[in-house]
């Protein structure tokens, strides 16, 4: 198959760029080999979702220049989501630039390292080079993995070492309010052995439209008997086209919660993938989705299991209205060797109108004889019993849908460990669903 | 005072006529109850006079002191004063208790004149401790994974909540130990008064032991064909319909003209 392979950069505009953010050269040369990589490597092939139209690779500008603000001085929809008075730990990007950094000293004395990507690219480069797109993500794995490494222009990095428990959630605002931005951040997160972590974070558009890339690439990496609770609300602007990986490898009796809201306008492409390597690790993945408009999204979970008692659940639960078109597919894959495992998923979706087109494909690929799995999927409308039985208690049937909606939402909503974020999370729902 | 008129009631479900002229007049400050064979069409003229969408009224009225309730929607049905105690009630995943409550309750008042919190949560915190319930079922999903028993321990606590002005009660006490349906029993009579009127429905003699009716209806074959005073039902419980269908002249073959529908 041939494609048109121009890329939006060169290898010598790549080297220039890093030279600016003075990085060093083993992440200058490992830009430059992933720009030429770009050129040749597939496209990743999202299941029953067909992107060769779709622009993954044009953007107006690669980074733009945000001013700062103080703290007091953030916009009021970013100043919701955080309880100023009590985080103690946050960064705030806006676009591209690093916009607030807060750190408790507590979690400084330590050993906690929290900072923007490419600050953590200079000054922690032992750390960053052994698990940048190494062992959760490759850089070769296709054309997106390879131009995000390329191309990485923003991000934070969060290592929690051995045997630190972070009580209070860790935040991370990431604000797009500049039409022209591209938005090419990684975040990675290295939970050390038993160390555990709340990282929740916002992807947040101000503006109505965007006109860059929003290619975003999220590892967490969770050592023997870590923990990692990760939160995200995602909702970014119509014009992205939005391609988001997050994927998480799991050592020996490790645990991660995902509580994921993916409320983006834009088209989107979103790969959350769990690899469970250790024996006795686990991962409960919750995503809730509501698509509108003429959106078009595809939303792939999965759970990958190596190690033995090994247990993975996937719950996804989207609604979709208007004229979008989205497709969810579960995935609970065990391979051989991990006996004793246990992959459970749940998939509905919930059509709210005719012209919409939703897809629950629930997949399970099992290569071991010793395990359990199950999986329950459902497309459909609100239940008209539903309906009926809330009305006969006087509550009027566009209200009764919103319940059921919110109540159909509500297992990522209850899961996020932040006031502000749950409430602007319920806020975004109510709005999508209300248009 | 309140009243609550069938006239000429006929209902087809899926284009069969199940209801074939009920006619039933029930005040403010009175009990009835319904009972019959499983069958006969009892949870339909439940579900006729709530609106439920499968049911169809080809001919008669409902009316409330004058209001045609046929032309309401279920939810105005619910506003103008009923309320139905379904013998299977929905589960609502991710909708605490409280909140349906509190949302039910506000919808009745309108908008700017709703329920305050404090005073809700106290209403709510004595209504479930006079109904012997779990406080922690408040903030339960409604109904998900309650038990028969608690289902309808919780219909019971919505019309107190509520306190509607015509609660239809059906099949209330199928399923119930004897502590239960006395708690069921100990939340109707509560209500009970010149502001409540109270249609039960019911196979079984036993819930009336613990709820006297003023009225006993007995239905057959799509009708009302006997009425009478809480001693009609202690003659049924102990010598059952047959000797109404003699009287009536009713066939035995044709008693059951309905599965019971949810």
């Excluded at chain 1, 080999?33 to 299941?47: H, R």
Aim: aromatic share 6%; with cysteine; hydrophobic share 40%.
């Amino acid at each position: 198959m041939s494609i048109e392979t121009k890329l939006a950069f060169s290898a010598s505009e790549v080297r220039s760029f890093s030279e600016s953010n003075n990085e060093p050269k083993w992440f200058a040369d490992l830009r430059a080999a992933a720009i030429e990589k770009a050129a040749e490597l597939p496209m990743p092939k999202p299941d029953k979702t067909n992107i060769e139209k779709w622009d993954f690779i044009n953007f107006p500008k690669h980074t733009v220049k945000s001013d700062l603000f103080a703290i007091e001085e953030l916009p009021e929809e970013v100043k919701e989501l955080i309880d100023i008075d009590y985080q103690e730990n946050l960064y705030i990007q806006r676009n591209n630039t690093p916009a607030v950094l807060k750190l408790s000293e507590e979690l400084k004395a330590q050993g906690v390292i929290f900072t923007d990507f490419l600050t953590a690219v200079r000054e922690h480069g032992d750390l960053v080079q052994k698990y940048f797109m190494t062992t959760a993500v490759k850089s070769d794995e296709h054309r997106l993995a390879a131009y995000h490494a390329a191309l990485v222009n923003g991000g934070v990095f969060l290592y929690i070492p051995k045997n630190v428990v972070i009580e209070k959630p860790i935040q991370v605002v990431f604000l797009h309010d500049d039409e022209e931005a591209s938005l090419f951040n990684h975040v990675l997160i290295v939970a050390d052995q038993n160390s555990s972590v709340t990282y929740v974070e916002n992807y947040l558009s101000t503006v109505e439209t965007a006109k860059g890339q929003a290619n975003l690439i999220e590892e967490v990496i969770a050592l023997d008997n870590a923990q990692v609770t990760f939160g995200a609300v995602d909702v970014l602007a119509k014009g992205f086209t939005t391609y988001v990986n997050r994927r998480a490898h799991l050592n020996r009796d490790a645990k991660i919660n995902w509580a994921l809201g993916l409320m983006n306008n834009s088209n989107t492409i979103s790969e959350n993938i769990t690899h469970l390597v250790g024996d006795g690790s686990s991962a409960d993945t919750k995503t809730v989705v509501v698509a509108t408009g003429e959106q078009k999204q595809n939303f792939t979970t999965e759970v990958r299991h190596w190690g033995k008692n090994s247990e993975g659940f996937i719950l996804t639960h989207g609604v979709v209205k208007d004229a979008a078109q989205t497709i969810f597919n579960g995935i609970g894959k065990i391979e051989h060797g991990a006996s004793k495992s246990n992959a459970q998923q749940e998939s509905r979706v919930l059509m709210l109108s005719g012209k919409a087109r939703g897809d629950a494909n629930p997949i399970l690929l099992i290569d071991e004889n010793d395990v359990m799995a199950g999986h329950a999927a459902s497309v459909g409308r609100v239940d008209p019993t539903q309906l009926y039985y809330m009305m006969s208690r006087g509550i009027s049937k566009e209200e009764a849908e919103r319940l059921i909606i919110h109540g159909f939402l509500a297992p990522v909503v209850n899961s996020l460990p932040i006031e502000g974020v749950k409430k602007q999370l319920t806020k975004v729902i109510e709005g999508k669903v209300r248009k | 005072m309140s009243t609550l008129v069938i006239k000429d009631l006929h209902v087809a479900i899926e284009g069969k006529e199940i209801l074939k002229g009920v006619n039933l007049t029930i005040n403010t400050n009175e009990v009835h109850a319904i009972m019959g064979p499983n069958g006969t069409g009892k949870s339909t003229l439940a579900a006729a006079i709530m609106g439920h969408p499968k049911y169809e009224v080809i001919q008669g009225t409902i009316e409330i002191d004058g209001q045609n309730v046929l032309e309401m929607e279920v939810d105005e049905r619910a506003k103008a004063g009923l309320f139905l105690a379904m013998q299977y009630p929905s589960e609502i995943s991710g909708v605490t208790n409280a909140d349906f409550i509190r949302s039910a309750i506000n919808a009745r008042r309108g908008e700017g004149n709703e329920i305050s919190i404090m005073q809700f949560i106290r209403e709510l915190d004595k209504t479930m401790e006079f109904l012997e319930m779990d406080s922690e079922m408040a903030q339960r999903y409604l109904n998900e994974g309650f038990s028969g028993g608690e289902k309808k321990r919780n219909e019971i606590l919505q019309m107190m909540m509520l306190k509607p002005t015509f609660a239809i009660l059906d099949e209330i006490d199928s399923g119930l130990d004897i502590d239960a349906l006395k708690v069921v029993a100990k939340g109707v009579n509560a209500m009970r008064g010149e502001n409540f009127g109270c249609l039960l429905i019911t196979h079984y003699q036993r819930l009336l032991n613990y709820i006297t009716p003023d009225y006993v209806h007995v239905m057959m074959q799509g009708r009302v064909v006997k009425s009478g005073g809480p001693e009609l039902a202690k003659k049924l419980e102990a010598e059952g319909y047959e000797w109404i269908k003699k009287e009536l002249g009713i066939e035995n073959t044709d008693a059951v003209i309905e599965k019971e529908e949810v």
